[in-house]
Nanobody, 124 residues
Framework: QVQLVESGGGLVQAGGSLRLSCAAS????????MGWFRQAPGKEREFVAA????????YYADSVKGRFTISRENAKNTVYLQMNSLSPEDTAVYYC?????????????????WGQGIQVTVSS
């Protein structure tokens, strides 16, 4: 069982930055690929970014590529999402998720554990 807790969300003006953190419980964090997803009101949950177990490979949605950076510190059981050049279109609830696979998928249905989500609001 893995418990995930997101932090770092909030309200920011367009063009600003936020860094989300996701802290995981347990001793097996390094055996999970990690992903960030988001869900805006009235929309389906969508893939944002993912990172492999070791952090050696990262994957991004086209909409955030070049603006967002996913990283992890296995010694701290934490995954991060650095978000720069934010726009109102980035407003959503952001979720971190863990998956037991070598290459984390963009499909949210493949993930095993989810955080409770955290609100990010970007004002224009």
């Amino acid at each position: 069982q893995v418990q995930l807790v997101e932090s770092g969300g909030g309200l920011v003006q367009a063009g600003g930055s936020l860094r989300l953190s996701c802290a995981a419980s347990g001793r097996t964090f390094s055996t999970y690929g990690m992903g960030w997803f988001r869900q805006a009101p009235g929309k389906e949950r969508e893939f944002v970014a993912a990172i492999t177990r070791s952090g050696g490979s990262t994957y991004y949605a086209d909409s955030v590529k070049g603006r967002f950076t996913i990283s992890r510190e296995n010694a701290k059981n934490t995954v991060y999402l650095q978000m720069n050049s934010l726009s109102p279109e980035d407003t959503a609830v952001y979720y971190c998720a863990a998956v037991r696979s070598v290459i984390p998928s963009i499909d949210p249905g493949t993930y095993d554990y989810w955080g409770q989500g955290i609100q990010v609001t970007v004002s224009s």
